[in-house]
Nanobody, 114 residues
Framework: VQLQASGGGFVQAGGSLRLSCAASGIILSISEVGWYRQPPGKKRKLVAAIPRGANTKSADSVKGRFTISRDNAKNTVFLSMNSLKPEDTAVYFC?????????WGKGTLVTVSS
């Protein structure tokens, strides 16, 4: 399975971006898809995820501003980000869990200026 993330870029505070993550290859039962982010010099942390058969989950820091969604027909997961803040600046990585395996995209950089 290959994951290709896109949609990152440079935006001013208060702006919006929409990230996409398209999966290709042999896709079997996916138990969870989502996004992590890694700010400069910091650890990677969960942003939002869609577990199979459960409600979406998201970090407190993005609640009310970011929305995760998926298009099963296109094997794509999205992260809509509104009211962006400088502290949202990070490399954003999408991931998918299939059985006991994790798959990761290469990451897309989001830069929010103040």
């Amino acid at each position: 399975v290959q994951l290709q993330a896109s949609g990152g870029g440079f935006v001013q505070a208060g702006g919006s971006l929409r990230l996409s993550c398209a999966a290709s290859g042999i896709i079997l039962s996916i138990s969870e898809v989502g996004w992590y982010r890694q700010p400069p010099g910091k650890k990677r942390k969960l942003v939002a995820a869609i577990p199979r058969g459960a409600n979406t989950k998201s970090a407190d820091s993005v609640k009310g501003r970011f929305t995760i969604s998926r298009d099963n027909a296109k094997n794509t997961v999205f992260l809509s980000m509104n009211s962006l803040k400088p502290e949202d600046t990070a490399v954003y990585f999408c991931y998918a869990l299939m059985g006991n395996r994790e798959f990761w995209g290469k990451g897309t950089l989001v830069t929010v200026s103040s």
